[in-house]
C-alpha cells in the first residue's frame, strides 16, 4: 500500500490541485485535518462547498480519508461540543471521515475526529476500543489531526504542542502507524522532525509549508520505507532506522 500524507492544506487552491493531481498515483490518499481556514476572507460554507468538491475529485481517483481538524470546526454535534459536522457530505462521495474506518484485506485505517470536549474524547476512545478488537495481525493506521506529545512531530521550536491523550492511546493499543498534522513548524526547526517512534508504532506529520505544492508524506507500507518531500528536498527513512 501506497500512501500520500498530506495536512494543513488550509484552503490554498493550488495545494489542493496538485493532490488532485497526484491522487491517482497512490492506493490511499490522506488529508489528516485543517482542510478549512478561519482565518480566510473567504466565507466557512463557500469554503466548505469548495473543499467537498476537491475531496471528491481526489475519491474519484483513488481512495481517500479525511479527518477534522481545529480549523474545521463548523457546529456542534450531538453532545453538544464543536465538531466539523460538514465533512459528512464527503461520505457521498466515497471519502472516509470523522468516526469511520477503512478496512482492506491488508490494513485497517482508523479516522480521528479533532475532538473539542471530554464528551467527545470518550467517543474517541470508544472508537479506537472497537477498532482494536476488528484490526487482527493487519497493520492498523491511525489518522489523527494532532501529533503526541513530548515527540519532535509536535515541537514548534519552542514548545511542544501535542496531545497527551493520543500518547496514551498509543501505549495502550500499539497501532502501527499514526498520521498526523496540526503543528506546521515540526519538520523544519531544530529538534524537530516529520517522523518520529513511540514503542512500536511510527508517528508522522509532513508540516506545512507556502506554495504550490505542500510538504507531504510518501508512505509505502508494504517496503516499509518513507519519504519526506519539502522544500527542503527529499528525506526518507525505512521504518527499521526510525
Request: include cysteine; glycine fraction near 10%; aromatic fraction near 10%.
Amino acid at each position: 500500500m501506497r500512501i500520500l500524507l498530506v495536512s494543513d492544506l488550509h484552503y490554498t487552491m493550488k495545494q489542493l490541485d496538485w493532490v488532485v493531481s497526484v491522487a491517482g498515483d497512490y492506493d490511499l490518499v490522506v488529508v489528516a485535518g485543517d482542510m478549512l481556514d478561519i482565518g480566510s476572507i473567504v466565507e466557512p460554507d463557500t469554503q466548505i462547498a469548495v473543499v467537498l468538491e476537491y475531496l471528491a475529485r481526489m475519491a474519484a481517483k483513488t481512495k481517500v480519508v479525511a479527518c477534522s481538524g481545529n480549523h474545521d470546526l463548523n457546529a456542534r454535534n450531538a453532545l453538544g461540543e464543536r465538531a466539523a459536522t460538514w465533512l459528512a457530505g464527503a461520505l457521498g462521495s466515497g471519502v472516509f471521515v470523522d468516526g469511520s474506518r477503512l478496512e482492506t484485506d491488508s490494513a485497517l485505517v482508523t479516522v480521528c475526529p479533532w475532538w473539542d470536549g471530554p464528551e467527545t474524547r470518550d467517543v474517541v476512545g470508544q472508537q479506537l476500543r472497537e477498532d482494536a478488537a476488528r484490526v487482527g495481525d493487519r497493520p492498523w493506521i491511525w489518522v489523527y489531526h494532532a501529533p503526541p506529545s513530548d515527540s519532535p512531530t509536535s515541537w514548534t521550536g519552542k514548545r511542544h504542542y501535542g496531545d497527551d491523550d493520543l500518547v496514551a492511546w498509543i501505549k495502550e493499543f500499539e497501532p502501527a502507524l499514526v498520521l498526523c498534522g496540526h503543528v506546521h513548524q515540526s519538520p523544519f526547526v531544530a529538534d524537530g522532525g516529520w517522523i518520529d517512534r513511540i514503542g512500536t508504532t511510527l508517528v508522522f506529520n509532513a508540516g506545512r509549508q507556502p506554495g504550490p505544492v505542500p510538504a507531504y508524506i510518501e508512505i509505502d507500507v508494504d517496503d516499509g520505507v518513507a519519504r519526506w518531500l519539502s522544500y527542503e528536498g527529499l528525506d526518507e527513512r525505512p521504518f527499521a532506522a526510525v
